[in-house]
């Protein structure tokens, strides 16, 4: 499956931002879908996982009560809402994906068959 990811930008702290992915190729929803980011100087982090129905998600204890992931099958789409955002959130975002029917623990171990280009998101103080 081929992932763009969009939606980044700047916003000021306790701002929000909605990013999405877009995803083309093969049959969305036999796909967990995921979230991580890499911050300036850091190692690539988890962000938020969600299985393929949607039924299940996970998250980051950092980004739990902030970010919120979903989904829409019918549009081929995954979304990542994030609020009450801070200055440590600045980072490239990455939507990734599973391998086919893989469940979402396989997002949340980093075993992922695709990933998108990235979208910067810069939180200013």
């Known amino acids: 499956v081929q992932l763009q990811a969009s939606g980044g930008g700047l916003v000021q702290a306790g701002g929000s931002l909605r990013l999405s992915c877009a995803a083309s190729?093969?049959?969305?929803?036999?796909?967990?879908m995921g979230w991580f980011r890499r911050a300036p100087g850091k190692e690539r982090e988890f962000v938020a996982a969600?299985?393929?129905?949607?039924?299940?998600?996970y998250y980051a204890d950092s980004m739990k009560g902030r970010f919120t992931i979903s989904r829409d099958n019918a549009k081929n789409m995954m979304y990542l809402q994030m609020t009450s955002l801070k200055p440590e959130d600045t980072a490239v975002y990455y939507c990734?994906?599973?391998?086919?029917?893989?469940?979402?623990?396989?997002?949340?171990?980093?075993?992922?068959?695709?990933w998108g280009q990235g979208t910067q998101v810069t939180v200013s103080s």
């Open positions: 990734a994906a599973s391998r086919p029917t893989a469940p979402i623990k396989a997002v949340i171990d980093n075993d992922l068959e695709s």
């Open positions: 969600i299985s393929w129905s949607g039924g299940s998600t």
């Open positions: 190729g093969r049959t969305f929803e036999d796909y967990s």
